[in-house]
């Protein structure tokens, strides 16, 4: 199990340099904000892509757009609070969670770095027409859950600290795509349509649709292997050539020997000057992480 959990992006101790919850270039604090911004406005985009007028909401929530938009929207709420707890009281509350929630979340994480991606490949090469859009509040509810979403994936690549995704990430990205085609079909048979056009094969034919699929698994696996090459490239201008390594989930000893010190040079660059109690809960902290470690 344990040999799982670490094909899974979950070592013990987990994440002992807080890479989820940091940035190389913003504090903290300032990382904090970005996500409470990003989140603050998917869940204003995704509200209102529901209750706006002559909206039907029982077939836009069958969009893969819109459920991974809400994804998105999820995890910056939760990337937040774990950033929050970390600045509140020097240790996220990620990392006090089982390892089965851990994993979770390193999985959550590869699905709004890589989804959003997809999701706009998609929508520009495949569906858009050239044609513009009918209304303002189109043009901005497209342009937010079709471009921004993965603007707001790329800012979570490039100003986190997070290591190179494990390759057992795949298996589950793909398994939630096929799970999608289920959905999809699904609501054919209870609402008469398919959220996707090319999905139907009544006006493709069966072997289009399954190119069309194919097609798409392709992409994911393309996008996959983008992602973690913008997540080297971070990686070693940002830490070093011996970055990735480091950073890799495949590579607990290497980490472990070296987190204790790296945490608590980056805590004291990062943060501001705690109170003499904060600085020896602190000192605390950093001699129960190397007793751990070691």
């Keep these: 199990m344990s040999r799982l959990y670490r094909w899974l992006g979950v070592?013990?101790?987990?994440?002992v340099q807080y890479r989820f919850e940091t940035s190389w270039l913003l504090s903290p604090r300032l990382l904090l904000?970005?996500?409470?911004?990003?989140?603050t406005y998917c869940l204003a985009v995704s509200i209102l892509v529901l209750v706006w007028p002559g909206v039907q909401p029982q077939r836009t929530l069958t969009y893969f757009t819109v459920l991974s938009f809400w994804g998105l929207t999820a995890y910056f709420l939760v990337a937040a609070l774990h950033t929050g707890s970390l600045v509140l009281t020097g240790k996220p509350l990620l990392n006090r969670w089982p390892r089965p929630l851990q994993a979770?979340?390193?999985?959550?994480?590869?699905?709004i770095v890589v989804y959003p991606f997809l999701v706009t490949i998609?929508?520009?090469i495949v569906l858009y027409h050239g044609h513009g859009f009918p209304t303002t509040f189109r043009t901005w509810s497209n342009v937010s859950q079709h471009a921004l979403n993965a603007v707001f994936a790329l800012l979570e690549i490039i100003l986190t600290r997070t290591a190179l995704p494990p390759w057992l990430h795949l298996l589950p990205l793909l398994i939630i795509l096929v799970l999608y085609l289920a959905l999809a079909n699904l609501t054919y048979a209870t609402q008469q349509f398919f959220p996707y056009s090319f999905l139907d094969p009544k006006d493709h034919g069966r072997a289009r649709v399954a190119v069309y699929v194919a097609g798409i698994f392709a992409v994911i696996l393309m996008v996959f292997l983008f992602v973690r090459l913008l997540i080297w490239i971070r990686l070693r201008l940002s830490e070093g050539p011996s970055s990735v390594r480091k950073a890799s989930t495949d590579s607990a000893q290497t980490l472990a020997r070296s987190s204790a010190d790296d945490l608590e040079a980056y805590l004291e660059t990062t943060a501001p000057a705690p109170a003499p109690a904060t600085r020896t809960r602190r000192s605390m902290e950093m001699t129960d992480v190397t007793h751990i470690l070691h």
Excluded: E, G, K, Q
Excluded at 33 to 39: F, G, M, P, S
Excluded at 104 to 111: A, G, N, P, Q, R
């Design 33 to 39: 904000l970005l996500r409470l911004l990003i989140a």
């Design 11 to 15: 070592d013990t101790p987990f994440d």
């Design 122 to 124: 998609v929508f520009w």
């Design 104 to 111: 979770l979340h390193s999985l959550f994480y590869s699905t």
